[in-house]
T-cell receptor, first 108, second 114 residues
Framework: GQSLEQPSEVTAVEGAIVQINCTYQTSGFYGLSWYQQHDGGAPTFLSYNALDGLEETGRFSSFLSRSDSYGYLLLQELQMKDSASYFCAVTKGGKLIFGQGTELSVKP | DSGVTQTPKHLITATGQRVTLRCSPR?????VYWYQQSLDQGLQFLIQYYNGEERAKGNILERFSAQQFPDLHSELNLSPLELGDSALYFC?????????????FGPGTRLTVL
């Protein structure tokens, strides 16, 4: 089958750096995406890795290692507004297969 | 605002009933995707349409059906409803239909089945 595993919760303080890991058991996918969702609102796209390595977009970076079946999202200079759920997802056949999500709480 | 619109925002109905959820994709996007998000199942892909044709199918129940119209808007029909169908239903759209395309999500429809 296909599954993606993420920690259910992560807590960090404002200004810090946090890494959210995603391990997966699937093959034949095009890439690994990350989406952010605030309180049941619309998920919004953050980052995408088609190839192994690091992709940087402002305060957010994402990494993929296909050989290790592993990826992560790195958030730097955390702000209170970063408190949200973060989902990793693989793109396969045009559809997104999501992990269960990680709830990030940023404390002052 | 992603440019994807969904109606209605909230829906409260009873078991056995039928509901229709509507989605209008971003201007120019040909693909529409439907997702279900419930507390215990996370975000589950249901179905994808590309330019009016079904492109990919996920965990969509036989009680559910969907279609994409010539103007590219899409509707998801659920009938007969069961208590377990209570969830957030998201529609997303993208420009293309395959490989990787960034998906833009609508605000969702919150369905409560009593």
């Amino acid at each position: 089958g296909q599954s993606l595993e993420q920690p259910s919760e992560v807590t960090a303080v404002e200004g810090a750096i946090v890494q959210i890991n995603c391990t997966y058991q699937t093959s034949g996918f095009y890439g690994l995406s990350w989406y952010q969702q605030h309180d049941g609102g619309a998920p919004t796209f953050l980052s995408y890795n088609a190839l192994d390595g690091l992709e940087e977009t402002g305060r957010f970076s994402s990494f993929l290692s296909r050989s290790d079946s592993y990826g992560y999202l790195l958030l730097q200079e955390l702000q209170m507004k970063d408190s949200a759920s973060y989902f990793c997802a693989v793109t396969k056949g045009g559809k997104l297969i999501f992990g269960q999500g990680t709830e990030l709480s940023v404390k002052p | 605002d992603s440019g994807v619109t969904q109606t209605p925002k909230h829906l409260i109905t009873a078991t056995g009933q039928r509901v229709t959820l509507r989605c209008s994709p971003r201007s120019g996007d040909l693909s529409v995707y439907w997702y279900q998000q419930s507390l215990d199942q996370g975000l589950q892909f249901l179905i994808q349409y590309y330019n009016g044709e079904e492109r990919a199918k996920g965990n969509i129940l036989e009680r559910f059906s969907a279609q994409q119209f010539p103007d590219l808007h899409s509707e998801l029909n659920l009938s007969p409803l069961e208590l377990g169908d209570s969830a957030l239903y998201f529609c997303a759209s993208s420009t293309g239909g395959g490989s990787y395309n960034e998906q833009f999500f609508g605000p969702g429809t919150r369905l409560t089945v009593l």
